[in-house]
């Protein structure tokens, strides 16, 4: 899912809308600033506008991303509700 700023900013709102604005939430947010190559020095080189584009557009390919993170909810989730699961057993 990649959206210019101006859309992530309209998405924002209409969720802030929708789950008021104190709802908890995790982004990770990159921009083309973030497409970099580091020199023999360590210096960090900023790439053009159209080859950092192409990169950012291209992580949708990394399905693997999406699973990481829904297996991570999944997971936590698992942990959290058995350890409610087991406070609320023992009362």
Known sequence: MNYTLKELQTRVAALIEQQGEDSVCAAWIYTGEDVIK????????????????????????????????????????????????QMSQNF
């Open 38 to 85: 580091y020199d023999e020095d360590g210096d960090a080189i900023r790439q053009p506008k159209e080859l950092s584009d192409a990169v950012i557009n291209s992580l949708d390919d990394y399905d693997y991303i999406y699973q990481v993170i829904d297996e991570a909810i999944e997971q936590e989730l698992d942990w959290k509700t058995e350890g409610v699961c």
